[in-house]
């Protein structure tokens, strides 16, 4: 009921939290003496029979009391909202960040439509729980009490009533909670499931349609909104049996109360105007815990949420990213007995990799798919750990956050490119707005590297939008956008994952073209795909199964007649 | 607000009209029960105060406890039935919309995010819920209160009927209104600041590579989605306001009726014309009828958020769909032509292509070559029936493909796309949705085929191991092998090969497509390609340039024309290679 991650955000901003409960209890205060006003009107109007121009008086102090306590909620619920937006923006922001500290290779395993929606609605419950049922909380506690202390010298009968039903409501949430909590969570588990499903299918409808099973994913949808639907009911009928209980509990004490009362006016041991003050106050004393009844299984949806977000924020960071800017000069990467395994896998992907890459020195890395290249690469960029061994930076661990802004040091162009939702010449810079200046400069490096001319069929050449919402490009035209980038930004490293794809032989001549001029320039470590490529390199690695067997010059490799050699007749057979 | 839209959303709703009338009526009664309530205990302890016999009393408390008991189970069956009639009609609309964009896609839908489908289909339609909650119910109980409170005063005190209507219709209509209208434009702003919030995420996520090389865009990226979401929550924030605002005037001018109607009755008291017991009454019935003006803004709201993503929907549901025939039609023959097929891209001017005839007759094997852009996909497309020409036809068998159902063709004709989808999903899933029947053994035999059987045996649950998000366990060039095990499933009298060798690793290329071209010997096998290699064994070569075709023939004949295209990118990959 009371979820400890969710409350420790409180603790962040406390005072927000502290005033809005001061004011709820002012605002009862007035409440009060509003109904005991109301209550002495209708006493000396019926039973006193004092006349409209003597009451008067009474009558705008009742009013006055009133404004005063519609302002105090007022102030009530900005700062109640108030909190929410703190907490809102400070989950959002940890959310956000953390999912670039955990890294690609941990994000590639989440489904983009299920962190969408715990990033958004997720967090989204938690205004309800924040707004209104944490308050609420608070405030059922707080105000029945103080409606006890003020009923009891008046009354002590009705308030013996209020006393021993007031705590049947929070015993039967409880009770309701426990049978709840499951299906609730289940509930958000299939919230998640329908999310991520319908993402995954309107994501895939081109597949679906071309295998001829598109159509009962119809069904499928039909059947999966509809156990959401049974889901949803079974979970909100508990909530409605809890709140119905509670009404139960609250009109009945009511009944009891008003009854008690009239019973004991009857026998003249009852004063009028306390009898009505009192069966005034009843409906408000049960209000608070009634609509905390209501927000109740709001909350058990805000607390599942959390449970997931929590579990998400609180993931242990494999990697840790200095984002310190420090500068150093690059003399080399050195591999030293590294091992790699990949979470939840038993085969080591990469065993006891040994090698170095000096500054001005470019390596090629060859092997059959699966040898375990792109791991080395993943390695090199620091995206993942390794399981044993270390790597090296001129010396130092990379991971020990002594070098600071590895990764930027590197144009990285990897096999599967990711093309942002802005145009062309804003990907190769990667922000968006460019100046003139820029533009003018990524213009020249297009024409350089053919890219201007493989995007021809662009409408509006470097300004087409592309990635999400735009136009799809393909794998030689986004190669080719990524070795403009390795121009513009002149960094003094090139990663490089060679495209696989068949390129048009004029976006071919074009990518070979830029990245021998990028190679004669720079520190490289490539995974080479292409033979024209290999022969460009001081060094080739030859990786089989997880191990590097070979090293040297290309010529040098296909004399010892191994595994270099096996590649290569392997390729032109 | 829009007539249509509304119209559109409530012809949603007639197949469960009664449910929803019975449902505003208990909720019109839920409040009238507890009015009852207190109105019963009001005259019971002024009657009381009198000190008459006890019997007396008896019928005031019993009518006390049946409304105390009424109220409570009244409000839950209200609140049962209509949840259950809004979820049933979500659920309808989910499959509506979903069947609407699988007969549209992809050619009607591009320029579409994926982020806004998926709002769409998920987040309009959860939003509408709010509509069949409340649009109908809660005006309906409104007016049922405003109706008995007004009766019930007429009786009594008829001059506090007046206060009643005036502050009920400032509580219930106006102010909600007003609320509205003041929250309108930042409301749509929360929506747009939720949209760029959701499409900066998708990308954020999927190009994170890419910024972690770039600290500062990653930065940047980072900053422009925190300036969305507190921008977001700023804008709640306002809104949050001002509906507090409305409801604490709700509040005070129910409390002001209350004292309003006091102020007018114990005149009446004093003059004998209202007995004294009914005072207390008046107020309380006053009071409690403003419960249902108190449910009113927000109601307001939701309900014109709702009708705002009624209209969303409402116009995917307007964009004109292509007439599908779902009946297996009879083929003659097993021929594809097309006629005089034209294609543009929606929403761009540029014609795609132009003026396509072309015949393939069954067991031929073609090529469409040319530079990327030609258009040698989007006529594949058009060939696999995805999209659909703008001018002229295209037939398969002697029936156009507007009278082909949309199974017959995909079973028919199987398609290798570039990038095909892998779903989340287990690997034997991913496999089956080729073809359901499938055996194990078959399964087994093309992972074999693909040389994919040994990498799934390393995978942790081998066949069952979910592939993660566009299969991202795999590696691009098993992600290709992996659709072309897709492909092995099927069993189509037409195979088109949209670059089959992309994506996969060198040392696969030869293999793959020599299992292709051998699997497809007896079928009708279209191939595009930029690889000019494997093209010498095919009937006929089409050459694309700018949307047009403008060379044909076999390799040898258009290897040997002086001044041919083919022949000049033919010699060009002969250097390279």
Redesign the interface.
């Given at each position: 009921m009371i979820n400890r991650n969710l409350i420790s955000e409180i603790q962040k901003t406390p005072r927000l939290f502290f005033v809005s409960v001061f004011l709820s209890v002012f605002s009862a205060f007035l409440l009060l003496w509003?109904y005991w006003l109301?209550a002495k009107?209708?006493q000396n109007?019926?039973?006193d029979?004092i006349?409209?121009k003597v009451?008067k008086p009474i009558?705008i102090q009742?009013?006055v009391v009133?404004?005063l306590r519609?302002?105090t909620?007022?102030f009530d619920?900005?700062y109640a909202?108030?909190l929410?937006?703190v907490i809102?923006?400070n989950v959002?922001?940890r959310i956000?960040?953390k999912?670039?500290l955990l890294?690609?290779s941990y994000?590639?395993?989440?489904?983009?439509?299920a962190?969408?929606?715990m990033?958004?609605?997720g967090v989204d419950t938690l205004?309800t729980y924040f707004?209104s049922y944490l308050p609420q909380l608070i405030k059922s506690l707080l105000i029945p009490t103080l409606f006890l202390l003020v009923v009891s010298p008046l009354d002590y009968i009705a308030s013996v009533i209020f006393f021993l039903t007031l705590p049947l409501i929070p015993f039967f949430m409880i009770l309701i909670g426990k049978w709840t909590k499951n299906a609730s969570e289940r509930q958000w588990r299939l919230i998640t499931q329908?999310?991520?499903?319908?993402?995954?299918?309107?994501?895939?409808?081109?597949?679906?349609?071309?295998?001829?099973?598109?159509?009962e994913?119809?069904n499928k949808?039909?059947a999966i909104?509809?156990a959401?639907?049974v889901s949803?009911?079974r979970v909100?009928?508990w909530a409605?049996?809890s709140?119905?209980a509670l009404?139960?509990i609250a009109?009945?004490s009511?009944?009891l109360v008003?009854?008690s009362?009239?019973?004991r006016?009857?026998?003249?041991e009852m004063n009028?105007q306390i009898?009505?003050f009192t069966?005034l106050l009843a409906?408000e004393y049960y209000k608070p815990m009634r609509s905390l009844g209501s927000y109740f299984h709001v909350s058990l949806d805000a607390e599942a949420a959390a449970t997931d977000i929590y579990a998400f924020l609180n993931v242990s960071e494999e990697l840790t990213?200095k984002?310190k800017d420090e500068s150093f000069s690059f003399s080399d990467l050195t591999f030293e007995n590294v091992s790699y395994r990949y979470p939840?896998?038993k085969?080591y992907a990469v065993q006891d990799i040994n090698f170095r890459l000096k500054a001005g020195e470019s390596l090629a890395m060859v092997g059959?798919?699966?040898s375990g290249k792109?791991t080395i690469m993943q390695l090199a960029?620091g995206?993942i750990k390794p399981t044993k061994g270390r790597i090296l930076i001129n010396g130092k661990d990379m991971h020990d956050g002594q070098i600071g802004?590895w990764?930027?040091r590197?144009?990285?162009v990897?096999?599967?490119p990711?093309?942002?939702?802005m145009s062309i010449s804003e990907n190769i810079a990667?922000?968006?707005n460019l100046d003139q200046t820029k533009k003018k400069r990524i213009e020249k490096l297009a024409q350089e590297t053919g890219l201007s001319e493989?995007i021809?069929?662009?409408?509006q050449g470097l300004d087409t939008l592309v990635?999400?919402?735009g136009i799809e490009l393909?794998?030689?035209?986004q190669e080719l956008l990524y070795l403009t980038r390795a121009f513009y930004e002149a960094r003094e490293i090139l990663f490089l994952d060679e495209v696989?794809?068949?390129?048009?032989?004029?976006?071919?001549?074009n990518v070979?073209n830029a990245l021998n001029n990028l190679l004669r320039k720079k520190t490289s470590l490539i995974i080479a795909?292409?033979l024209?490529t290999v022969e460009q390199v001081d060094r080739i690695l030859v990786f089989h199964e997880g191990h590097l067997v070979e090293q040297g010059k290309p010529g040098q490799l296909k004399a010892q007649k191994n595994y270099y050699y096996n590649?290569v007749k392997?390729?032109n057979? | 607000m829009n007539p249509q839209n509304v119209k559109w959303l409530f012809s949603l709703l007639k197949p469960y009209r009664g449910w929803v009338f019975l449902g505003a009526m208990l909720s019109g009664f839920t409040i009238c029960a507890n009015m009852g309530?207190?109105a019963t205990?009001?005259v019971?302890?002024?009657?009381?105060?009198l000190?008459?016999p006890?019997l007396w009393?008896m019928t005031?408390?019993t009518g006390?406890?049946f409304?105390?008991?009424a109220?409570?189970?009244l409000?839950?069956i209200e609140?049962?039935l209509n949840?259950?009639i809004a979820?049933?009609i979500?659920?309808g609309l989910?499959?509506r919309v979903?069947?609407k964009?699988?007969n549209l896609?992809?050619d009607r839908l591009i320029?579409?995010?994926?982020?806004?489908?998926?709002r769409r289909?998920?987040?309009d339609i959860e939003v509408l819920q709010y509509f069949y909650l409340r649009a109908v119910s809660l005006p309906l109980a409104f007016f049922m209160v405003l109706i008995c409170g007004a009766i019930f005063l007429s009786f009594f005190a008829h001059k506090a009927i007046i206060i009643l209507g005036v502050c009920m219709f400032l509580a219930g209509i106006v102010v909600p209104t007003v609320i509205r209208k003041s929250t309108r434009s930042a409301r749509g702003e929360s929506a747009q600041k939720?949209t760029q919030?959701?499409?900066t995420?998708?990308?954020?996520?999927?190009?994170?590579?890419?910024?972690?090389?770039?600290?500062?865009?990653?930065?940047?990226w980072?900053e422009k989605?925190?300036k969305y979401?507190?921008g977001l929550?700023?804008v709640?924030?306002f809104v949050?306001?001002l509906s507090?605002?409305g409801?604490?005037?709700i509040?005070?001018l129910s409390?002001?009726t209350?004292?309003g109607a006091?102020?007018v009755?114990?005149?009446l008291?004093?003059t004998g014309r209202l007995e004294?017991?009914y005072?207390?009454m008046v107020?309380m019935v006053v009071w409690v009828a403003f419960e249902a003006a108190e449910a009113m803004p927000k109601a307001i709201i939701q309900v014109g958020d709702s009708l705002q993503a009624g209209e969303e929907l409402r116009k995917i549901e307007e964009i004109e769909t292509p007439v599908r025939q779902a009946t297996e039609q009879k083929l003659s023959s097993r021929e594809i032509i097309l006629k005089d097929v034209s294609f543009q891209y929606h929403q761009?001017d540029?014609i795609f292509l132009s003026n396509i005839n072309l015949t393939v007759s069954q067991g031929e094997h073609i090529a469409f070559v040319?530079?990327?852009?030609?258009g040698k996909s989007s006529l594949a497309r058009l060939i696999?029936g995805?999209w659909q020409c703008d001018d002229g036809e295209i037939s398969y068998g002697g029936n156009a493909y507007t009278d082909l159902g949309?199974?017959q063709?995909?079973?028919e004709i199987?398609?290798l796309?570039q990038k095909?989808?892998?779903?989340?999903?287990t690997m034997r899933e991913n496999l089956l949705?080729?073809n359901p029947k499938a055996t194990i053994e078959q399964l087994e035999k093309v992972l074999k085929a693909v040389d994919l059987w040994d990498?799934v045996q390393?995978m942790?649950e081998k066949m069952e191991t979910i592939l993660?998000?566009?299969g991202?366990?795999l590696?691009?060039?098993?992600r290709q092998r992996l659709s072309i095990a897709?492909l092995l499933l099927?069993n189509p009298s037409v195979v088109i090969l949209d670059?089959p060798?992309?994506?996969?690793?060198?040392?696969?290329?030869?293999q793959m497509m020599s299992l292709l071209l051998n699997w497809s010997r007896d079928k009708t096998l279209i191939l595009i390609?930029?690889?000019?290699k494997f093209l010498q064994t095919l009937d006929s070569i089409y050459l694309l340039q700018h949307g047009k075709i403008i060379e044909t023939g076999s390799h040898h004949t258009l290897i040997n024309i002086p001044q041919g295209r083919y022949r000049k990118?033919y010699n060009?990959?002969k250097k390279?290679f």
């Open positions: 509003e109301i009107i209708i109007a019926f039973l029979n006349g409209i009451l009558f009742a009013v009133l404004t519609m302002i909620d007022y619920d900005l909202q108030k929410v937006g809102q923006k959002r922001s956000i960040q999912v670039a890294g690609p994000m590639e395993k989440k489904q983009s439509g962190m969408l929606s990033l958004l609605d205004e707004r329908l999310s991520g499903y319908l993402q995954d299918v309107l994501r895939g409808l081109e597949t679906l349609v071309v295998l001829g099973r598109s159509e994913q119809g949808i039909e909104s509809e959401y639907r949803t009911l909100q009928r409605f049996i709140s119905l009404e139960l009109t009945i009511i009944a008003a009854v009362l009239g019973l006016l009857v026998s003249g009028y009898a009505l069966l409906p990213l984002i939840e896998t085969v059959q798919s699966g792109s960029l995206l802004h990764q930027s590197i144009s990285y990897p096999q599967k990711y093309l942002f939702g990667m922000e968006a493989s021809l069929n662009c409408p990635g999400q919402g393909s794998g030689g035209q696989t794809d068949n390129l048009d032989i004029i976006s071919e001549q070979i795909h292409r024209t590649l392997g390729e057979s | 309530l207190l205990s009001a019971l302890l002024s009657k009381a105060a000190m008459p006890l009393l005031l408390i006390v406890r409304f105390g008991i109220r409570a189970l409000r839950y609140r049962l949840h259950s979820y049933r979500l659920g989910r499959v979903y069947k964009l699988e896609v992809p320029g579409y995010t994926e982020g806004m489908f998926y289909m998920l987040l939720r919030l959701s499409d995420f998708l990308d954020y996520q999927h190009g994170l590579v890419d910024l972690l090389m770039h600290p500062k865009a990653l930065k940047n980072q989605m925190n979401h507190t929550v700023d709640q924030f949050g306001k507090s605002l409801d604490r005037t509040t005070f409390h002001l209350m004292l006091l102020a009755a114990v005149p008291v004093q004294g017991v005072l207390a107020g761009k540029e040319g530079q990327s852009g030609s696999a995805l949309r199974a063709l995909a079973r199987a398609y796309e095909s989808t892998i779903f989340h999903a949705l080729a990498a390393l942790p993660a998000e566009d991202s366990r590696s691009g060039g098993q897709r099927k670059e060798t992309q994506n996969l690793d060198q040392e696969y290329v030869t390609t930029h690889d000019l990118l060009i990959m390279q």
